[in-house]
């Protein structure tokens, strides 16, 4: 008799148990369902708006309800930008455009050497500047493609701070490098330290960070030979 009702007992408890892991199974079928139903339902939207030197993207996640209409979920929220930098520059996640010539008028440098300077013979060519030296360059890319690696220079020393215009390309000395950096004059200012000068290299997205002082100017190009 005892044996009869433990038998009856263990039967009854493979049935819960049976019952309850159909339960369970039932419950992820459905689960899963949902989460099915819920990701084919999620989609993205896209809207960007352009400034002068920047895109800028907003890429929204939403859900569709019963009625068809979307519900943004804020969890899929990002932003993300696209800026105008030259391929040179190794940057992560940025997308690389080229920025398209509108025909804009831009500063030249300075006009400082004069058609009777310049004398041109059959086997030489002669121009008489004084203070005049020559530069060689590396191949950083920042000046590409007016000055490259082999290219040669022409420089003179100028005189005083207003001798230097926007538009002009001077070699200036910066702080912890052996080289001198030779950029464009992008603007000119005054602070309480004097004036300054704001250099850019014509192939980078930016300007210099640092204000240029007329003590670390080394020279103004006035000629470029290749």
Same mark, same amino acid.
């Given at each position: 008799?005892?044996?009869?009702?433990?038998?009856?007992?263990?039967?009854?408890?493979? #049935?819960?148990? +049976?019952?309850?892991?159909?339960?369970?199974?039932?419950?992820?079928? =459905?689960?899963?369902?949902? %989460?099915?139903?819920? *990701?084919?339902?999620?989609? /993205? @939207?896209?809207?960007?708006?352009?400034?002068?030197?920047?895109?800028?993207?907003?890429?929204?996640?939403?859900?569709? $309800?019963? &009625?068809?209409?979307?519900?943004?979920?804020?969890?899929?929220?990002?932003?993300?930008?696209? #800026? *105008?930098?030259?391929?040179?520059?190794?940057?992560? =996640?940025?997308?690389?455009?080229?920025?398209?010539?509108?025909?804009?008028?831009?500063?030249?440098?300075?006009?400082?050497?004069q058609d009777s300077d310049i004398?041109?013979?059959?086997?030489?060519?002669?121009? &008489?500047? =004084?203070?005049?030296?020559?530069?060689?360059?590396?191949?950083?890319?920042?000046? &590409?493609?007016?000055?490259?690696?082999?290219?040669?220079?022409?420089?003179?020393?100028? =005189?005083?701070?207003? @001798?230097? @215009?926007?538009?002009?390309?001077?070699?200036? /000395?910066?702080?912890?490098?052996?080289?001198?950096?030779?950029?464009?004059?992008?603007?000119?200012?005054? %602070?309480? $330290?004097? #004036?300054?000068? +704001?250099?850019?290299?014509? $192939?980078?997205? /930016?300007?210099?960070?640092?204000?240029?002082?007329?003590? &670390?100017?080394e020279g103004v190009v006035v000629?470029?030979?290749?």
């Open positions: 008799m005892k044996f009869l009702k433990l038998g009856a007992i263990l039967v009854l408890v493979a #049935v819960a148990a +049976i019952a309850a892991l159909s339960s369970i199974n039932y419950m992820d079928d =459905k689960d899963n369902s949902n %989460d099915k139903l819920l *990701f084919e339902s999620m989609f /993205k @939207e896209e809207e960007c708006f352009e400034d002068a030197k920047d895109v800028i993207c907003t890429e929204t996640l939403y859900m569709r $309800n019963e &009625d068809g209409g979307k519900i943004p979920l804020m969890t899929g929220h990002t932003i993300k930008e696209t #800026v *105008f930098v030259p391929e040179y520059i190794e940057k992560e =996640k940025i997308i690389v455009e080229e920025k398209k010539a509108n025909g804009e008028e831009k500063q030249s440098p300075a006009d400082r050497i004398n041109v013979f059959a086997n030489s060519v002669r121009i &008489d500047i =004084k203070n005049a030296k020559w530069r060689k360059f590396i191949d950083s890319n920042s000046m &590409d493609p007016l000055i490259d690696e082999g290219t040669t220079t022409i420089e003179i020393k100028p =005189k005083n701070a207003d @001798e230097i @215009e926007v538009g002009d390309i001077i070699a200036y /000395k910066v702080e912890g490098y052996d080289y001198a950096f030779v950029h464009r004059v992008i603007e000119i200012g005054n %602070d309480e $330290n004097g #004036v300054y000068f +704001i250099t850019k290299g014509d $192939n980078y997205f /930016k300007e210099d960070p640092d204000k240029v002082r007329f003590k &670390d100017v000629g470029i030979l290749y």
